[in-house]
């Protein structure tokens, strides 16, 4: 659970430490089994190898047939880079219910610059959907750290004002593939090197993310500020800076993921993406991220993400009607919650136990 | 052997401590909204406003009341209207399947109950946050119930049943449903407000290990709160599902986040320990009226979505915003000493 202090290198804490485990106390078989037993990360994506491995046993094509190949890859890229944005809101220990909305703008403006400027060069088109993504994350940021008000009423708020923005400016148009370049739209389902180009543009977010909150300071202070907000802020931490960094960074993906799913759908109507805030912080919250933050990783988040998606496909092939799919999902997520707090209390118990023994 | 304690006396008068809060500002914005759309707007004052605006605010009034005890608590459901889902569905298979209408609400109200049962569990006993139980237990619910009805829908009820749930007294006036709204307003208003249980309520959202303390018993009446709401989100399924006369699985999806804005424009803190149930009354009339007024206009639903937004971003940004300015007042008045909410709150 609490990923911080369980990393190597942490100074300890206080004068009177602990004694400390020798390294050599232990095997190097031992470490590495405890190692992953400990991280969610590999956990989480044994659980996405075993769905796979179920339902390619059943139906052999789930995976070797090349559609389904690049389908697996594909549908999940939209959501990952959703919940990657999400989790480094969740682990500053706020939270962005506007993503949804956020993409249905930055979907129809990808449609509308593509309508009305035929001709447009497709890397205007992401940079504006970036641009205006990360702009309407601003206004989250702002309002939830210069007005000290909580994250979840916020974006609630903003999830029905850039709601209705689309809806206002769309109304019931819609915009179809006809409308778009054929070159953008290829992008949905180009490949390199049979890896779908939309799951390389999310996994390189994921990596740059994932290595920035790693290892930059402003990415430790995420973490710092999520763990204990008022000692963020004492201990001299940006706080406010941060946290509308964060929601900046969450809506610039959001607003990336809008042209991801233009490319890869080719309608867009004002409805797009309506409940994607839910399914963001469900995959967030599958992948270990704490919901009260300072914990977790993007990593976990985004192979939470795939694991939703995957299990969504995957439950029809395993005999399971699509209709239940949803309710598979919300016992996975109520599991995965579950399996948390029992881990983290064993944990809890074992420390106390061993600083009681020393 | 007497001892005399002197307590501080209330810093404001009565009619400040009345008058200046959240839940009398979201209730005058009520009176003005009324007003200016039976001046302005023609077809409002019309005999058919009100009724509707009833027969189509009842399940958020309904979910509101005890989701505002929740939220004072400190905790949070959105599992609400995949209960009101699950239980239209449920209505809807066993009447098909030749049960009373009756019996078939009871046994909606009673899987409503263990819903809300598993959610107060998780989180009143097992300890884990409501946010993500019950972002879970939205999607279990919500499954469960286009699980059990896939994509059909179940329409053929009982004319008798649909009538009570869309007409009411002096020829439709006064919708029936007003009666269970007014009932359930009055118990929860008594609960939460007139018993040692709302006390409780409060104490628990202030600082849940001080109510501990104090003798609340914190996780049972976490648990209570969430076996309430999940009991009234199935009778407002039952509701809904005769309302429209059709059962689906998918029936009053996103209800949850309708009811949320409308507790939280009432002036329900969601930190928890405050809020009142008049002022929850007054954000869903609020978003009600606004709704029904601009659509008499031929507004559309999306300009509705803004202002519904704008309003609850400005409920809760309003408190921040005259807490600055107060504190620039203090600023200015140096040698007043620390006095006022921060004071207060920093006292309870």
């Not at chain 1, 400016?169 to 819609?174: D, F, L, P, Q, T």
Request: proline share 4%; glycine share 12%; net charge positive.
């Amino acid at each position: 659970m609490s990923e911080t202090s369980t990393r190597p290198g942490t100074p300890p804490a206080g004068g009177d430490a602990p004694a400390m485990t020798r390294p050599s106390s232990m095997s190097t078989v031992s470490r590495v089994t405890t190692t992953v037993l400990r991280s969610r990360e590999i956990a989480i994506a044994l659980v996405l190898v075993a769905v796979i491995a179920a339902a390619t046993i059943k139906t052999p094509s789930f995976l070797f047939s090349s559609n389904s190949w690049r389908d697996l890859l594909l549908t999940p890229a939209i959501l990952m880079l959703l919940a990657v944005g999400q989790a480094v809101v969740i682990i500053t220990r706020n939270v962005d219910l506007s993503v949804g909305s956020v993409l249905a703008i930055t979907a129809y403006l990808t449609g509308r610059l593509f309508v009305d400027n035929p001709g447009i060069p497709m890397v205007v088109v992401f940079l504006a959907a970036l641009v205006v993504g990360a702009a309407l994350g601003l206004v989250n940021g702002l309002v939830v750290a210069l007005g000290k008000v909580p994250a979840l009423v916020i974006t609630l708020g903003t999830l029905y004002i850039y709601r209705g923005i689309v809806l206002t400016w769309a109304g019931s148009n819609r915009i179809n593939a006809s409308d778009m370049p054929d070159g953008f739209l290829a992008l949905g389902t180009k490949q390199v090197l049979s890896i779908p180009v939309l799951f390389l543009i999310a996994v390189a977010v994921l990596a740059v993310v994932g290595y920035f909150l790693y290892t930059s300071r402003s990415g430790r202070d995420m973490y710092a500020i999520g763990s204990d907000p008022d000692a963020a802020e004492l201990y001299g931490l940006r706080v406010r800076s941060r946290l509308v960094g964060a929601f900046v960074l969450s809506g610039a993906l959001a607003g990336l993921s809008g042209v991801l799913y233009a490319a890869r759908y080719g309608t867009i109507s004002s409805g797009a993406g309506t409940g994607m805030e839910l399914q963001a912080v469900a995959a967030v919250v599958i992948g270990g991220v704490a919901i009260f933050g300072g914990s977790g990783t993007v990593w976990g988040a985004a192979i939470g993400a795939i694991l939703l998606v995957t299990i969504n496909r995957a439950l029809p092939i395993l005999g399971i009607q699509d209709f239940w799919q949803q309710a598979v999902v919300g016992a996975l997520i109520l599991g995965a919650i579950i399996l948390d707090r029992v881990l983290s209390a064993r944990r809890t118990r074992k420390l106390v136990e061993a600083r009681d023994a020393s | 052997m007497t001892t005399t304690r002197s307590y501080q006396t209330h810093q404001h008068s009565l009619w400040r401590r009345v008058l200046v809060t959240p839940e009398a500002a979201v209730i005058a914005l009520l009176v003005l909204v009324v007003v200016w759309s039976e001046t302005m707007v023609p077809a409002f004052s019309g005999p058919l406003t009100f009724p509707f605006l009833v027969l189509d605010a009842a399940p958020i009034l309904l979910i509101a009341l005890p989701m505002t005890l929740v939220i004072v608590t400190g905790e949070i459901d959105l599992s609400v209207a995949s209960v009101v889902g699950l239980s239209s569905v449920l209505v809807g298979m066993l009447h098909h399947d030749g049960m009373s209408i009756p019996v078939a609400g009871v046994v909606a109200l009673v899987v409503g109950l263990l819903c809300g049962l598993l959610n107060g569990f998780l989180v009143a006993y097992v300890g884990l946050p409501s946010l993500a139980v019950t972002i879970g237990t939205l999607a279990l619910y919500r499954g469960v119930a286009v699980g059990l009805l896939g994509t059909r829908a179940v329409t053929d009820f009982p004319l008798k049943w649909t009538n009570l749930a869309q007409s009411g007294f002096l020829t439709g006036r006064l919708p029936y449903i007003l009666i269970p709204i007014v009932v359930l307003g009055v118990v929860f208003v008594l609960l939460l407000h007139f018993t040692s249980f709302g006390r409780g309520v409060f104490d628990i959202g202030l600082n849940s290990e001080a109510a501990h303390f104090s003798g609340v018993d914190v996780a049972r009446t976490k648990l209570v709160v969430f076996a309430l709401t999940g009991v009234v989100s199935a009778f407002a399924g039952i509701y809904y599902t005769l309302r429209y006369g059709s059962a689906r699985g998918d029936n009053a999806t996103g209800l949850e986040l309708q009811v949320i804005a409308a507790v939280l424009l009432g002036g329900v803190s969601i930190f928890g320990g405050r809020g009142a149930l008049h002022g929850v009354l007054g954000g869903v009339l609020l978003i009600a009226v606004i709704s029904s007024a601009l659509r008499l206009e031929n507004v559309t639903v999306n300009v509705i979505n803004i202002i519904i937004g704008l309003l609850l971003v400005l409920s809760v940004l309003s408190s921040s915003l005259l807490a600055w300015v107060s504190r620039l007042r203090r600023a200015g008045g140096v040698g007043r000493g620390r006095s006022g909410p921060r004071a207060r709150r920093v006292a309870a």
